[in-house]
């Protein structure tokens, strides 16, 4: 548990509440253990850190992106660093064609439902409509 934050700090950590709630999140979770030891200089960095728009902070914290900004990138990483490792694909990229070790197209059977097929409709004693409903009383 940390001790109380000043003014300047608890005006930062209002500032990680972002409206995107996985970044709210992510950024009070570091900030609060963070602004309780951080200098001057290392609260600048994060309020410059918190005046980057919403989609290139999630995508630089959440997300695939790299911060580019020499200065910036260190914290970039520290924040990334409290994100555990996922197995979901980032969002846009394309999906996973890895199979199931299990799986074998050559010797797996194909499935036993099929869809019908497009054309022309049913005919027989399962054909809805008219035809199958009988002739109308008039």
Same mark, same amino acid.
């Given at each position: 548990? !940390?001790? /109380?934050?000043?003014?300047?700090?608890?005006?930062?950590?209002?500032?990680?509440?972002?409206?995107?709630? *996985?970044?709210?999140?992510?950024? *009070?979770?570091?900030?609060?253990?963070?602004?309780?030891?951080? &200098?001057?200089?290392?609260?600048?960095?994060?309020?410059?850190?918190? *005046? !980057? /728009? +919403?989609?290139?902070?999630? +995508?630089?914290?959440?997300?695939?992106?790299?911060?580019?900004? /020499? *200065?910036?990138? /260190?914290?970039?990483?520290?924040?990334?660093?409290?994100?555990? &490792?996922?197995?979901?694909?980032?969002?846009?990229?394309? &999906?996973?064609?890895?199979?199931?070790?299990?799986?074998?197209?050559? #010797?797996?059977? @194909?499935? #036993?439902?099929?869809?019908?097929? @497009?054309?022309?409709?049913?005919?027989? &004693? !399962?054909? $809805?409509?008219?035809?199958? $409903?009988?002739? !109308?009383?008039?």
């Amino acid at each position: 548990m !940390t001790g /109380p934050l000043d003014s300047d700090a608890r005006r930062l950590l209002w500032r990680c509440r972002r409206g995107m709630k *996985e970044l709210d999140l992510l950024l *009070e979770r570091f900030a609060r253990p963070y602004l309780a030891s951080a &200098p001057l200089e290392q609260r600048r960095l994060l309020a410059r850190l918190l *005046e !980057t /728009p +919403d989609p290139d902070l999630a +995508d630089w914290l959440l997300g695939p992106g790299v911060c580019t900004d /020499p *200065e910036l990138a /260190p914290l970039v990483a520290a924040v990334r660093g409290m994100v555990p &490792p996922t197995t979901n694909p980032p969002v846009g990229s394309p &999906p996973a064609t890895d199979l199931p070790a299990t799986h074998s197209p050559a #010797t797996d059977s @194909p499935p #036993t439902h099929r869809a019908a097929a @497009p054309g022309p409709a049913a005919t027989g &004693p !399962t054909a $809805i409509g008219p035809a199958a $409903i009988g002739p !109308t009383a008039g």
